[in-house]
Every structure is written in structure tokens, then in C-alpha cells.
């Protein structure tokens, strides 16, 4: 059974940091990419981040370049996004989710990607 575990999230002040961890299970995690999502109130999901299981080829949206670092833990089949500075618009539920490439997932949208974790919370308060 394939299933992706987000944990980290939480309620900080804006300009601190905070690290998600995607815990990937049930499937080769170098065969695929895993991708960082994120869904605030009444606005669209939206690409944070990818990282490819098999090059560690990454892409970052535009919002969060020089402020995230994704990274994967391959021994322990876990991707991790790295938040520093955050924002007030940072605030938003992230969720992690497996696809076939950084190209389809990050670039194309979330409508690629094949499995989702539920996701955990983050609020960032100015």
C-alpha cells in the first residue's frame, strides 16, 4: 500500500523556520518524485517544490526560491522542505504527493500526481 505522511507543520512567527518530512512508503522510492504542495483558504493548491527520486533534480515555485530547501533522506524513504523566512502568506496547509517526474508534477500540476498525504498545517503570524 502506497502512503505518503506529512508531519511538521505548525504555528510560527514570520521570519522562522520550520521542516516538513514526507514519510514515503509502499512503493521504490527512486522511482518517482515527490512533490510539496500547498492549499491555503479559498485559493488553488499549488506547487511548492519537487525532488526527483532518481537524480535529486529539483524545482521550486517562484514564491518560495532562496527561503525552501527540499531534500530526500533516501535510507529512510523521507523528503524534507526546509522553510526559512516565512511569510503571513506562507500560511497554508501543505501536503506532499507522489508523480512520475519533476516536470508533471511541479510544473504541470497537482493533477498529475497519482497518491496524496493528508497533510499538516502550517500558520505563520506577522
Known amino acids: 500500500e502506497v502512503r505518503l505522511v506529512e508531519s511538521g507543520g505548525g504555528l510560527v512567527q514570520a521570519g522562522e523556520s520550520l521542516r516538513l518530512s514526507c514519510a514515503a512508503s509502499g512503493f521504490s522510492f527512486e522511482d518517482y518524485t515527490i512533490g510539496w504542495f500547498r492549499q491555503a483558504p479559498g485559493k488553488e493548491r499549488e506547487a511548492v517544490s519537487c525532488i526527483s527520486g532518481s537524480d535529486g533534480y529539483t524545482h521550486y515555485a517562484d514564491s518560495v526560491k532562496g527561503r525552501f530547501t527540499i531534500s530526500s533522506d533516501y535510507a529512510k524513504k523521507t523528503v524534507h522542505l526546509q522553510m526559512n523566512s516565512l511569510k503571513p502568506e506562507d500560511t497554508a496547509v501543505y501536503f506532499c504527493?507522489?508523480?512520475?517526474?519533476?516536470?508533471?508534477?511541479?510544473?504541470?500540476?497537482?493533477?498529475?500526481?497519482?497518491?496524496w498525504g493528508r497533510g499538516t498545517q502550517v500558520t505563520v503570524s506577522s
Open positions: 504527493a507522489r508523480g512520475s517526474s519533476v516536470w508533471r508534477l511541479c510544473v504541470v500540476g497537482f493533477a498529475q500526481a497519482d497518491y
